[in-house]
């Protein structure tokens, strides 16, 4: 999708029923309140504060950043949303007031800028967040093609008594995009909700911040610290400035 507020709108009332705060967020924000401790951290693509408000519960100091309306007013309503700084703007190109421990983004939002040049783009404005000795932390999935067949895939993602999800996916290799349909099926009829995403390969996202004066200091296979191997599925990047020396900015 090229209108990331059009996303929003498009998810913002059921994503919480699909993304809730679980493990995964639970992990994240203990992972990165190891990294901020008690400082500000940044989010870029916040959304409804899947992982920002347990990390604002933690003690962090917690600002997330989203394109969409809808999405901050979910993020609002939800229980312990107050403690989450919110602002309306967009991650590639906007700059938020203040200086961070930490910048981070979570579960494949950098993927969801389109455009190579745009991708370099936030995360070079990502960088210009970071206090001295702070760290940009991103994390996603590590592209995996064996379940195509022709650059196409559906599955199953849900399978509840009342409704069904499916996902359907066509691959475009050349462009490193993945355009999606998620399909809901119920009673009620049937929901389509679009995602696409500019995949990034692990090397090419070092480089990216390579280009904003960024080097990688750990890469982990998930929030809870995970070797990374050729095996690994997802990644947890963390990157710090060039002439930076490597060390904890938790306080």
């Known amino acids: 999708?090229?209108?990331?507020?059009?996303?929003?709108?498009?998810?913002?009332?059921?994503?919480?029923?699909?993304?809730?705060?679980?493990?995964?967020?639970?992990?994240?924000?203990?992972?990165?309140?190891?990294?901020?401790?008690?400082?500000?951290?940044?989010?870029?693509?916040?959304?409804?504060?899947?992982?920002?408000?347990?990390?604002?519960?933690?003690?962090?100091?917690?600002?997330?950043?989203?394109?969409?309306?809808?999405?901050?007013?979910?993020?609002?309503?939800?229980?312990?949303?107050?403690?989450?700084?919110?602002?309306?703007?967009?991650?590639?190109?906007?700059?938020?007031?203040?200086?961070?421990?930490?910048?981070?983004?979570?579960?494949?939002?950098?993927?969801?800028?389109?455009?190579?040049?745009?991708?370099?783009?936030?995360?070079?404005?990502?960088?210009?967040?970071?206090r001295p000795g702070g760290l940009l932390v991103i994390e996603a999935f590590v592209p995996e093609f064996q379940h195509y067949t022709g650059s196409q895939a559906t599955r199953t993602e849900h399978l509840l008594d009342d409704e069904v999800w499916l996902l359907t996916s066509k691959h475009d290799a050349v462009r490193q995009v993945i355009r999606t349909q998620s399909i809901r099926i119920s009673a009620d009829g049937t929901e389509l909700r679009p995602v696409d995403l500019r995949y990034i390969w692990p090397s090419e996202l070092d480089l990216m911040c390579q280009l904003a004066g960024l080097r990688l200091r750990d890469r982990f296979g998930g929030w809870q610290r995970e070797p990374f191997n050729s095996q690994s599925t997802h990644h947890v990047s963390v990157y710090e400035f060039e002439s930076d020396d490597a060390c904890s900015v938790a306080a």
């Not at 309503?77 to 007031?97: H, Q, W």
């Open 1 to 130: 999708m090229k209108d990331p507020a059009q996303y929003g709108q498009q998810w913002a009332g059921v994503y919480d029923r699909r993304n809730p705060i679980d493990d995964y967020a639970q992990a994240a924000a203990e992972h990165l309140h190891s990294l901020a401790g008690k400082n500000a951290a940044l989010e870029l693509g916040v959304g409804t504060g899947r992982i920002a408000i347990p990390l604002a519960a933690l003690g962090t100091k917690v600002h997330g950043v989203d394109v969409s309306p809808a999405m901050l007013t979910h993020l609002s309503e939800r229980p312990g949303g107050d403690r989450v700084t919110t602002s309306l703007a967009d991650m590639v190109n906007d700059r938020i007031p203040g200086d961070f421990a930490v910048v981070y983004l979570a579960f494949n939002t950098l993927f969801m800028v389109l455009e190579q040049r745009q991708q370099v783009q936030c995360v070079r404005n990502a960088s210009t967040h970071l």
